[in-house]
């Protein structure tokens, strides 16, 4: 912001043009003019409010860099430590994981093992049950031809 500083010459012209005494007029020009110096800033006290400015922000600066590592170290740790826990997590899970694989994969084995069998004795059982079917049909055959034989014995004996 630019102070403008005031024109005495005018100011007191002003002031006899209005009516006021020259005394008067003089001695309010130096008045207004003591104030304006009083209240203006010099450019010694900006250049000392900038430089206060400036080390506040290189302070700010300084303590956000800090905040900033001490904030990140934290994390890092915190993730490094996360990561361990996963790691180990991961590992644990992979190893039940792993067994119980074995595990079913033995059980199946076990499992078509016997299908084998069983498919196996269904088929002798097959071939069993065929037999004797077989079997069946020739002793039905020797059977009718033993009556056969009875009963034309029988008749013969009876009417002989």
């Not at 004795?121 to 077989?134: E, H, I, R, S």
């Amino acid at each position: 912001m630019t102070l403008a500083m005031m024109n005495t010459h005018k100011a007191f012209k002003a002031l006899q043009l209005a009516g006021v005494s020259d005394q008067q007029a003089e001695a309010m020009v130096e008045i207004f003019t003591e104030m304006q110096q009083d209240n203006a800033l010099s450019r010694a006290d900006l250049m000392k409010a900038g430089e206060g400015i400036t080390g506040s922000i290189k302070e700010l600066d300084v303590r956000l860099t800090g905040a900033i590592k001490e904030l990140d170290d934290r994390l890092s740790g915190a993730i490094r430590k996360l990561d361990d826990r996963l790691s180990g997590a991961i590992r644990e899970l992979n190893v039940r994981l792993t067994g119980a694989i074995k595990d079913l994969d033995f059980r199946l084995s076990g499992a078509i093992k016997d299908i084998d069998e069983l498919k196996a004795d269904v088929k002798q059982l097959k071939a069993d049950v065929a037999a004797l079917k077989t079997d069946m049909r020739w002793i039905k055959r020797l059977l009718m031809v033993m009556t056969t034989t009875m009963v034309i014995a029988a008749i013969k004996y009876i009417f002989s």
